[in-house]
């Protein structure tokens, strides 16, 4: 799984139409194993990523969450926060 990609689902606000996509791009260049194409392959890479982030979008408007949503900038402080006591991230 790529480190990049992150749960869209069940944050308020709801994932951006932008974020989706990115989280398809990311997808997409794991698979491929490459972040640029060649020309020869670019139109199927902007296909996958289009469809995929489509497919996307469709799941995370049919998933049903039974719990509230989580707020977004405090999984991010969380997240911070994790990623230093860890040694991975240093404040600057």
């Known amino acids: 799984m790529c480190r ?3 749960t869209l689902h069940n944050f308020a606000p ?9 989280a398809a791009l ?8 490459t972040t640029k194409p060649s020309k020869a392959n670019q139109e ?5 990523v289009h469809e ?3 497919l996307t979008q469709h799941l ?3 998933l049903v969450a ?3 949503p ?3 900038d405090e999984e991010a402080a969380k997240a911070r926060a994790r990623a230093v006591k860890s040694g991975r991230y240093a404040i600057a």
Not at 26 to 33: D, E, F, P, T
């Open 26 to 33: 990311q997808y997409v260049r794991k698979i491929a194993g």
């Open 44 to 48: 199927a890479f902007d296909r996958a």
């Open 14 to 22: 709801a994932a951006t139409s932008e974020e989706v996509h990115a």
């Open 66 to 68: 039974t719990v509230p």
């Open 4 to 6: 990049s990609i992150h």
């Open 52 to 54: 995929i982030a489509h």
């Open 70 to 72: 989580k707020n977004r």
């Open 60 to 62: 995370l408007d049919d």
